[in-house]
């Protein structure tokens, strides 16, 4: 047997534990019904700038409401060679690079393309222009804590004391189970990069889980809940509650309230990557 085919049955019996491995549980029903998932194609868009219109990023709405004052998690789609005129923002956001390659930076900065996997911070008030390579367009997660997220003019720029930050995959803190407890012994080869907030206690924060090819285990949160959104890499999820299993691509997403274990594997012959908000402690099983 070729080692390709070796390696699809691999991938698919990792796929087959992970989905029946999901602990049962006492959950009640309010922990069932808070379960959601949502693949890349059932998002559906909207003009980010409604102003511009089409010519304007595209905005997909995996929670909140980016109109309103609440936490909010969307997906941005950037045409090729799209290119912001210079403007602030009245919120500070945070954003992940999913596709493509994008450009966020000061108007008078050089050109410094992020690839997927890069973590970017935009604070409030900064004046800074945003691009797509040409050629190849871009897509994004962005999330914002607070709202409404407004597109204003540079003349209206301020000094909130933040610093943005740009930080490619590579360069993130990567902690396996010796060094965070989140991690159990079990999960072979699974990490974590902190990307913002506490995850001690009750806080929020932001980070990135990495899980290696063949991967198959479960994850979910302590505390409040936990919200994710695939990065990188082609995904296997069930969860108590949903009748099947769903393939989840970059720019899939799942949610639920705390306690409610995530069943997932790592299908790529490639590392998955995905962006996990958290409130407080989350497992890795």
Same mark, same amino acid.
């Given at each position: 047997?070729?080692?390709?085919? @070796?390696?699809?049955? *691999? @991938?698919?019996?990792?796929?087959?534990?992970?989905?029946?491995?999901?602990?049962?549980?006492?959950?009640?029903?309010? /922990?069932?019904? #808070?379960?959601?998932?949502?693949? !890349? =194609?059932?998002?559906?868009?909207?003009?980010?700038?409604?102003?511009?219109? =089409?010519?304007?990023?595209?905005?997909?709405?995996?929670?909140?409401?980016?109109?309103?004052?609440?936490?909010?998690?969307?997906?941005?789609?950037?045409?090729?060679?799209?290119? #912001?005129?210079?403007?602030?923002?009245?919120?500070?956001?945070?954003?992940?690079?999913?596709?493509?390659?994008?450009?966020? =930076?000061? !108007?008078?900065?050089? +050109?410094?393309?992020?690839?997927?996997?890069?973590? %970017?911070?935009?604070?409030?008030?900064?004046?800074?222009?945003? #691009?797509?390579?040409?050629?190849?367009?871009?897509?994004?997660? $962005?999330?914002?804590?607070?709202?409404?997220?407004?597109?204003?003019?540079?003349? $209206?720029? @301020? =000094?909130?004391?933040?610093?943005?930050?740009?930080?490619?995959?590579?360069?993130?803190? %990567?902690?396996?189970?010796?060094?965070? +407890?989140?991690?159990?012994?079990?999960?072979?080869?699974?990490?974590?990069?902190?990307?913002? *907030?506490?995850?001690?206690?009750?806080?929020? #924060?932001?980070?990135?889980?990495?899980?290696?090819?063949?991967?198959?285990?479960?994850?979910?949160?302590?505390?409040?809940?936990?919200?994710?959104?695939?990065?990188?890499?082609?995904?296997?999820?069930?969860?108590?509650?949903?009748?099947?299993?769903?393939?989840?691509?970059?720019?899939?997403?799942? &949610?639920?309230?705390?306690?409610?274990?995530?069943?997932?594997?790592?299908? &790529? /012959?490639?590392?998955? $990557?995905?962006?996990?908000?958290?409130?407080?402690?989350?497992?890795?099983?």
């Amino acid at each position: 047997m070729k080692p390709a085919i @070796f390696a699809a049955l *691999g @991938f698919a019996l990792a796929s087959l534990v992970a989905c029946e491995s999901i602990e049962r549980l006492t959950l009640n029903q309010e /922990q069932l019904d #808070s379960v959601r998932v949502v693949t !890349p =194609d059932q998002v559906s868009y909207v003009p980010l700038n409604p102003a511009r219109g =089409d010519a304007s990023p595209q905005a997909g709405v995996l929670w909140g409401d980016i109109r309103e004052d609440v936490p909010s998690g969307v997906l941005l789609r950037f045409a090729e060679g799209f290119a #912001s005129p210079p403007h602030i923002h009245n919120i500070t956001y945070r954003a992940v690079v999913i596709s493509g390659e994008i450009h966020n =930076d000061d !108007p008078s900065a050089e +050109n410094m393309w992020m690839g997927p996997g890069t973590f %970017w911070t935009q604070p409030a008030g900064e004046i800074h222009i945003t #691009s797509a390579r040409p050629g190849l367009g871009g897509t994004a997660f $962005l999330e914002i804590l607070e709202g409404p997220y407004l597109v204003q003019p540079g003349d $209206l720029a @301020f =000094d909130n004391g933040e610093r943005p930050l740009n930080l490619v995959s590579s360069n993130m803190m %990567w902690m396996s189970s010796d060094e965070f +407890n989140g991690i159990e012994a079990d999960a072979l080869g699974a990490e974590i990069a902190l990307l913002w *907030g506490d995850l001690s206690g009750g806080e929020l #924060s932001g980070s990135m889980l990495k899980l290696p090819p063949g991967f198959a285990g479960n994850v979910w949160s302590l505390n409040e809940g936990i919200r994710a959104v695939t990065i990188q890499g082609e995904m296997t999820h069930a969860a108590p509650g949903r009748s099947s299993k769903t393939r989840l691509g970059p720019g899939g997403f799942f &949610s639920s309230d705390e306690g409610v274990r995530h069943a997932i594997s790592c299908d &790529s /012959q490639t590392e998955c $990557l995905i962006y996990v908000r958290t409130a407080g402690q989350f497992r890795v099983k």
